[in-house]
């Protein structure tokens, strides 16, 4: 592989004394594949350690970032051919999922914006589906969300897998093999849970001077990126651990 909260009215909000959700997540039971909960992911895969989330090393992904100069990932993407999937994790209360009022919200964005969204049966539950308009002409877009413990991971399909999800590919793979370690502190919910590159990466890129490649950037929707980041910049490949 290489490199090449908002917060404010909604089911979920909370006041200063319930804005934390609570420690402690009912057990899970184990899933056919993932997103996986850190705790019953399988062993003997080698991933890309991201803190927050592992990616599996899959031949022909690319995983691309943006991060500070300290290796604090803002955004993550992965490109395999002409698909891009933008990844995000944010925290999530443990008695519910939020994936439907984030899509609710996403929905009316794009609303705002002009955009017609058609909400879709997939492989993960209710996904959305949207044409927008960018400065290199149309772009389908397809929002996936999946409700773990305590944790949600939103997708953000671009290119064929957008329209037809048979040829996400890899991607699907990757998905499907991601792990989300949620840690034990008390979060907000829906705020996004930290990303950052492994040290020795870091230090990597540093000492070489190295930028970090941009990957697709995901069309605007009230001002505001469907992934909730700017567009990135190249760092050199990290080293999946087994």
Known sequence: MRFSRRREGGRHARSDDEFFEAEEAPAAAPSAYG???????????????????????????EVRVQANPDGVVQQVVLVHGDNALQLGVFAAPRSEGIWEEVRAEIRKSLFDDGVAAEETEGEYG??????????????????????????MVRGVFQGPAAVDPGRAGSLIDCLRGLV???????????????????????????????????????????????????????????????
């Open 35 to 61: 997103p996986y909960d850190v705790s019953e992911a399988p062993e003997g895969v080698r991933r890309l350690d991201l803190g927050s989330l592992q990616i599996p090393a899959i031949d022909g992904v």
């Open 126 to 151: 209710v996904e959305l589906r949207a044409r927008v308009r960018t400065p290199d002409g149309l772009t389908d877009l397809r929002f996936i969300g999946v409700d773990g413990p305590r944790w």
């Open 180 to 242: 989300v370690d949620r840690g034990h502190e008390a979060k907000p919910v829906r705020e996004a849970l930290p990303l950052r590159l492994p040290r020795e990466v870091t230090d990597e890129a540093k000492a070489q001077g190295a930028t970090v490649q941009e990957p697709p950037a995901a069309p605007e929707i009230n001002g505001e990126r469907p992934g909730g980041q700017a567009p990135p910049r190249r760092r050199p490949s990290p080293r999946p651990r087994h």
